[in-house]
């Protein structure tokens, strides 16, 4: 279970390096998405505060190493301190991917979501600290079932109840038993569109990359097929109807492979 950030702990205890980056600037707080953590937004760069966890150790190598290959935050400066991290990172520019003048521009919109993808997988993943262990994902959801941390009232209608699966549980055993033989490249590990900016008609940056790694090549197309349908059907309140996101395949001069789509949002149900 994601553990919010306690806004007294961080006051009272910046690290000095970070204080000294911080101290007696303007900021907003960021509360949008749903890590737990802190997000304070500055004029030229961000800090995001969390419960420290051997991914988010991991997603700092990770973002240290994408330094150069693409526009991602750059790492400013990191501690660890009574168990928090505490990050700064430059100011990635641009507006989100579900930003409405996007939204209502599809074709502008869904060729730069094609360009990111292709953007992702043009990098070499040879020394790539992370990869996506489809394993431990499974251990991982079966450990949240069992502790309850599965949110039932987020899940596709169609994934629980008439017509889906029973329960958490039997959803799991399906995944355990269709596990796809993966295609691997660089992924984002959440590509939805608030993760991806754009700016001047160019792909300008990659943020929240906290799952970014080595990982199978529809993992990224899939949350990224799911995002869009949602953020043009109605589900986050508004509706687009010009929107297409089967166009995403289209743009990317490929055929849409269904089952993983189908297996990484399911597994995805469980986190």
């Known amino acids: 279970m994601v553990t919010g950030v306690n806004m007294d702990d961080v006051i009272n ?23 737990g953590s802190l997000v304070r937004i500055y004029d030229d760069f961000v800090l995001k505060v969390e419960k420290e966890r051997p991914h988010i150790a991991q997603m700092v190598e990770v973002m240290k190493w994408l330094d150069g290959k693409l526009p991602a935050p750059k790492v400013l400066a990191t501690e660890v ?49 992370k990869t996506f262990d489809l394993k431990a994902e499974l251990e991982e959801a079966k450990y949240r079932i069992e502790h309850n941390l599965v949110d039932l009232e987020d899940a596709e209608p169609e994934t629980f109840g008439e017509g889906g ?13 269709h596990k796809p033989v993966s295609d691997p490249v660089f992924a984002h590990g959440d590509f939805c569109l608030p993760n991806v ?39 986050y309140g508004h509706y687009y109807a010009d929107v297409h996101p ?21 597994l995805d149900e469980l986190f």
């Open 197 to 235: 900016l754009f700016e001047d008609g160019k792909v300008s940056g990659f943020i929240d990359l906290g799952d970014a790694g080595i990982a199978d090549r529809w993992y990224d197309i899939a949350l990224g097929y799911r995002s869009l349908k949602h953020n043009a059907d109605g589900t």
């Open 165 to 177: 699966f029973k329960n958490p549980e039997e959803l799991l055993q399906w995944l355990y038993d």
């Open 13 to 35: 205890n910046l690290p000095e390096s970070i204080r000294s980056l911080t101290e007696g600037k303007p900021y907003e707080t960021n509360d949008f998405g749903k890590s």
């Open 246 to 266: 089967e166009d995403l395949f289209k743009k990317l001069g490929i055929e849409p492979d269904w089952e993983k789509i189908k297996y990484y949002i399911l």
């Open 81 to 129: 301190k009574d168990g928090y991290r505490y990050l700064v990172m430059s100011k990635a520019r641009g507006r989100m991917a579900c930003d409405e003048y996007y939204m209502t521009r599809p074709e502008e919109l869904v060729t730069l979501l094609a360009e990111a993808l292709k953007m992702l997988w043009s990098v070499d993943i040879t020394d790539c600290p």
